[in-house]
């Protein structure tokens, strides 16, 4: 079991930047795959960004290509989502997750993190 703390979250203005961090504890974290999902409100949760366990291959959506960076610090057990240029429509409640791939992840959820985009 892996236990995941979301923080970095709150309210920023079109166009600017927010770093969200993912603390995990429990399991070996530098052996697994980390990923960045999100749930807008009245939408299902759907994918952000993931990265291997040695930081060197990333994965993101199309819709935060070119603006958000998922990064990783193995030494701290710590995932990392920088996200610049903002926009309302990233408004939502961010959650980390970790997996032996992607799309084989472990069971449970952290608490999330929301991040609001308004001016």
């Known amino acids: 079991q892996v236990q995941l703390v979301e923080s970095g979250g709150g309210l920023a203005q079109p166009g600017g930047s927010l770093r969200l961090s993912c603390a995990a504890s429990g399991r070996a974290f530098s052996g697994s795959v980390m990923g960045w999902f999100r749930r807008a409100p009245g939408k299902e949760r759907e994918f952000v960004a993931t990265?291997?366990?040695?930081?060197?291959?990333?994965n993101y959506a199309d819709s935060v290509k070119g603006r958000f960076t998922i990064s990783r610090d193995n030494a701290k057990n710590t995932v990392y989502l920088q996200m610049n240029s903002l926009k309302p429509e990233d408004t939502a409640v961010y959650y980390c997750?970790?997996?032996?791939?992607?799309?084989?992840?472990?069971?449970?959820w952290g608490q999330g993190t929301q991040v609001t985009v308004s001016s």
């Open positions: 997750r970790a997996g032996v791939s992607a799309g084989l992840w472990f069971p449970g």
């Open positions: 990265i291997d366990w040695s930081g060197g291959t990333t």
